[in-house]
């Protein structure tokens, strides 16, 4: 009996198991038509549910007429009776209170917003097309909350403040699931698809060490399944004006030339004149002329009144700057069928810029395809991309325009570039005319100077090539499990080449100064011909990754996703620089120089020596980094959900021992999603959600190791070979790490009316690496280990508001971000004048790590117009007293040179197929230091500065100006208390008219026939000016040496 009922058991399986039938799909947006992953797919009434992976795609066995809901949040559920296609292609339309920001990636996985618990913010590809740029980083301008661009510090971009003290503060760059390690210019926006900011642990501590600055994924386009071919076009072309040169405080020419009177009747160019080589201005040459030859004091006099009249900015403007123009060309196609899609792309920019003769071209190729084999289990992912883009650099602007005189780098306000035909006119470099004469007559090289031929016969290029390749196969071993492994190669090579030919004036002044002429006899330690400079570096990086996946839902309240894998990462970059001496450019050969011989003497000072300039040097470096790490989140009934995360980080920079060590860096998150909860019934706000998350990030800093480290430099005078310590052992030595608290809600009104997000963090950086004094008996005095720690607390605010939906369509988007950032704890102190007056990064207990100290000021003496400070409270004018008696308590700490509070502000109108955009952005909390007169022994001349026909000339004027009067006597220490003082620190503050774009729409319809889908005719405009400044001292605070040149852009993107 039991046998026939186990039969008949066994046929009711049988012919249940063969009712079913296994099904595949693909979950898609209706909007973009982008794939939805960690959607729901469940039979109803059954236990039986799948979810779709970050393809969107699905597997589920069903039986006929079962019943398949679709749901995703943010999205209107559907319902599906089989039988259908054996592969289905579902679309689902928003839900009318979706949340704008739906999937975040984090270069590990995609998950929905919805279960996430990190601080996450996703830019998407009409956000990221908005702006008009060759650089992809240019376009998170004023669009995301907690980054920030930097005027200060060595790093550009900052994500929440600045997580390390000496170590690499930028924020990593992860593209296509890989760190990034190239040049930003070497991706190119048109191929970006999205861009997702990890801003806190749990958003970013997958990333390990590398994440303690933030992280920044920047997901490529790709093609989608099930989609006929689309061939896209966009083209523009940027125009910038010429930088406002009059913008800045500059002295002049008029006032230069009294300056330079007054000198030399005191006789302070008397010594340089001895010396018979020394510069002189044509001002200063013609007072000497005056001064020998009386009787021409009338003419030289009239010369002289003459020259008041020149200004170098005229020139500047019509020979070193000009219009620039980028054009920017960029053609995609992509597609796919069932089982496959592809993604082709070719872009080209061409950009020509503000300085004459230098420009950047740059070409790319991207590449990519998935195929999908036995039935979807196994997905293969291609791609290639590469760049290639050649710089220019022949102009290195007035900065390189700079005469060698006693006066200072400044280039003088009368100098003519050129004659009123435009021939090149020599200035004042490093030797004057009567000396530069008498070398030529005497068989040296000419010695003149002139710019304009410089630039023009300059020959300074940098070529760089960037080649990633990756594939990764994904095998889906289970339903909701599944494997994959993933490998990228890149090929990064960077080739500077310099040629300064015989004409330029770098080689023929370093021919003539080594030059030596005995009786008849010339001698030329470095022979005639060019100087070729050669700088080639080249990166080879091998990243692999193996990684599970899973993803379950039970029971329709329960999921469970997680991942984890194991990862290393080998990078070589060898670099060499080098020069070649008497270089033929024709005949590609040079001469053989000697670098053996200690010194030679210059021509122009036999007592002065030197050895021939030699630059040859040769670098490898191997980073290699292995990494164990694991993500996993647990959703409940879509209401509640717990995330955590580990990883551990291992790279050679430690050794052995300290890798052995495995210091972990973890997180943990909470979300809650309030309005599932069945006591929530709120219309007002439907939906409503907080979190919160603890754990740390890392930070990597290559300049320390665990082994004693030298730089072996080459031989000494005394032809030895020598090194010089790094270093010492220090076997402690660990990652930096950054603790980091985040606690946030995201919330959206009815029809998403009004959404966004509040979030208040706390970080704390211990570990740093910083400086601490050391026992002078161990050879150093200074010891760089784990010894800092900091602290940063700030709070985010992101609203999205939608005014008007009628006809006319208005919708808002701001953002507001404030942090309070300061080093906790460095036991390193220096001087309060170091602290004041070092241009250099000097970290102080207490303070922000980019902070400006001032000495008291106590203003004008009526009497004499000299300045004033507090010497033990009391007014006085005892310079040196006052600067040694300063310390860092009684220092006036005026702020921080970075912003503290930033955002902006982006209204969008919509009429038909009209559209028009502008962002406001403002930055408060921030002050810098005015740039003024400094006397010195000069009178003003090393200033370069107007605030010398601002000063006090007489008793009253103190009232008037806290410019000092000009010193009887040379007196540095007095400049440094007017210079640093209190008196020149402004307020940074302001808010400017940042970006304009409108937009006209044509799409294809039965009514109009075009022969494309669309056709977008835009106008982008940038730095529009600004709208309100707290000092009216300078004309912008941002770039008080000049201003941000406007831009306006033309563009036409086609869609077919």
């Known amino acids: 009996m039991k046998k026939y009922i186990f039969i008949l058991i066994l046929h009711v399986f049988i012919g249940n198991v063969s009712a079913q039938t296994p099904i595949e799909g693909t979950i898609i947006s209706s909007v973009d038509k982008n794939p939805i992953p960690g959607a729901s797919i469940q039979i109803k009434g059954t236990n039986r549910v799948a979810i779709s992976n970050n393809n969107g795609n699905f597997f589920l066995n069903v039986r006929s007429g079962d019943t398949i809901n679709v749901s995703f949040i943010g999205f209107q559920p559907q319902q599906i009776i089989h039988p259908l296609k054996t592969h289905l292609l579902i679309e689902l339309v ?493 005949h590609a050969n040079n001469s053989v120089v000697n670098y053996v011989t200690n010194t030679f003497p210059f021509y122009y000072d036999s007592s002065r020596k030197a050895q021939i300039p030699n630059i040859d040097n040769t670098g490898i470096f191997n980073d290699r980094f292995r990494s164990y790490y694991a993500n996993a989140s647990y959703s409940y009934d879509r209401r509640y959900t717990i995330s955590a995360s580990g990883r551990i980080d291992q790279s050679n920079l430690f050794g052995v021992k300290t890798n052995q060590k495995g210091v972990p860096l973890w997180s943990a998150g909470v979300g809650w999603n309030i309005n599932n909860e069945s006591f929530y019934s709120s219309e007002l706000i439907p939906l409503l959600k907080i979190r919160a998350t603890y754990g740390y990030n890392g930070s990597v800093n290559k300049s320390v190791s665990a082994y004693t480290t030298a730089s072996i430099s080459g031989v000494n005078l005394y032809q030895l070979p020598y090194a010089t310590i790094i270093n010492p052992p220090n076997p402690e030595l660990r990652w930096e790490r950054i603790k980091i608290f985040n606690m946030g809600v995201d919330f959206s009104s009815k029809g998403n009316r009004i959404s966004g997000s509040l979030e208040y963090y706390n970080k704390k950086g211990v570990d740093l690496i910083g400086d601490t004094p050391f026992p002078p008996s161990s050879g150093i005095s200074l010891f760089r280990g784990n010894v800092a720690s900091t602290v940063t607390n700030g709070i985010d605010l992101n609203l999205s508001t939608k005014n008007t939906i009628g006809f006319i369509k208005w919708s808002t988007d701001f953002f507001y971000s404030h942090l309070n950032e300061k080093v906790k704890g460095y036991a390193l102190t220096s001087s309060a004048n170091n602290y004041i007056r070092s241009g250099s990064f000097l970290p102080l207990s207490g303070r922000p790590l980019f902070s400006l100290y001032s000495y008291s000021w106590a203003g004008l003496n009526p009497e004499t117009g000299d300045p004033q400070g507090f010497l033990n409270g009391e007014i006085s004018n005892d310079y040196l007293a006052i600067l040694n008696g300063t310390t860092t308590e009684s220092m006036i700490f005026s702020g921080s040179l970075r912003p503290t509070t930033f955002g902006a502000l982006r209204n969008t109108f919509s009429i038909k197929d009209f559209s028009l955009s502008f962002n406001i952005g403002f930055k408060f909390g921030h002050y810098f230091r005015r740039s003024s007169v400094g006397y010195g022994n000069t009178y003003g001349l090393n200033s370069n500065s107007n605030d010398y026909a601002l000063r006090w000339k007489n008793p009253g004027d103190e009232t008037t100006t806290n410019i000092p009067s000009i010193p009887l006597g040379s007196n540095g220490n007095r400049d440094a208390l007017y210079t640093f003082s209190t008196i020149l620190v402004e307020k940074a503050d302001n808010i400017r008219f940042q970006d304009l774009r409108l937009d006209y729409n044509l799409l294809k319809s039965k009514k109009n026939r075009y022969p494309f889908n669309s056709a977008l005719i835009y106008l982008y405009a940038t730095n529009l000016g600004i709208i309100w400044k707290a000092t009216d001292r300078v004309k912008d605070p941002e770039n008080q040496f000049g201003n941000t040149p406007f831009t306006l852009a033309v563009g036409l993107k086609v869609d077919f």
């Open 94 to 586: 928003p839900a009318e209170n979706a949340l704008q920001e739906v999937v975040v990636s984090t270069g590990y996985q995609v998950l929905p917003k919805e279960r996430a618990t990190g601080s996450f913010v996703q830019i998407d590809n009409k956000l990221i097309d908005r702006s008009v740029s060759t650089n992809i980083i240019d376009r998170l301008r004023d669009v995301v909350p907690g980054l920030s661009f930097n005027k200060t510090g060595n790093s550009q971009l900052s994500i929440r403040g600045q997580s390390t003290i000496f170590g690499n503060a930028d924020p990593l760059i992860v593209i296509d699931n890989f760190p990034f390690d190239g040049n930003l210019q070497d991706i190119n926006p048109n191929d970006v698809e999205s861009i997702t900011v990890l801003k806190d642990a749990a958003a970013a501590s997958i990333w390990g060490a590398r994440a303690g600055n933030g992280v920044i994924v920047i997901t490529s386009k790709k093609g989608k399944l099930n989609s006929p071919v689309k061939i896209s076009f966009n083209s523009n072309v940027t125009i910038g004006a010429i930088p406002d040169l009059y913008a800045r405080n500059t002295i002049l020419s008029s006032d230069y030339i009294n300056i330079e009177k007054r000198l030399f009747s005191e006789g302070y160019y008397n010594t340089t004149i001895t010396t018979g080589y020394q510069p002189l201005t044509p001002v200063v040459e013609l007072l000497l002329q005056k001064r020998n030859n009386p009787s021409l004091g009338t003419q030289i006099d009239a010369e002289i009144e003459a020259l008041k009249q020149n200004d170098i900015r005229k020139d500047l403007d019509k020979y070193i700057y000009q219009k620039s123009v980028y054009q920017q060309y960029s053609l995609n196609l992509r597609g796919g069928g069932k089982n496959n899609s592809f993604f082709v792309s070719g872009g080209l920019d061409r950009n020509k810029e503000n300085l004459q003769h230098n420009d950047y071209n740059r070409a790319s190729i991207s590449a990519g395809n998935i195929i999908n084999l036995f039935n979807n289990k196994l997905e293969i992912n291609n791609s290639l991309n590469f760049i290639y883009n050649n710089t220019k650099n022949n102009n290195g602007g007035p900065s390189d325009i700079i005469n060698g005189t006693t006066a200072g780098s400044y280039i003088y306000p009368y100098a003519q570039l050129s004659d009123e035909h435009g021939n090149a006119l020599p200035l004042v470099k490093n030797f004057n005319t009567s000396f530069i004469s008498s070398a030529s007559q005497s068989g040296l090289l000419d010695w003149n100077y002139a710019p304009l031929d410089e630039i023009n016969i300059a020959d300074n290029t940098t070529k760089r090539r960037n080649i990633r390749l990756s594939t990764a196969l994904k095998y889906n071993i289970l339903q909701g499990l599944s494997a994959s492994i993933l490998y990228q190669y890149t090929d990064i090579s960077a080739t500077g080449r310099n040629f300064r030919s015989q004409d330029s004036y770098f080689t023929r002044d370093l021919i003539n100064r080594y030059t030596q002429i005995t009786g008849s006899n010339i001698i030329r330690p470095i022979p005639l011909g060019g100087i070729l400079d050669m700088n080639e570096q080249s990166s080879i990086n091998h990243s692999l990754r193996g990684q599970i996946d899973y993803s379950k839902a039970f029971n329709t309240i329960h999921e469970i996703n997680a991942i984890g894998g194991y990862e290393i990462r080998d990078t070589r970059t060898d670099s060499r620089t080098y020069r070649y001496y008497g270089y033929d450019i024709e």
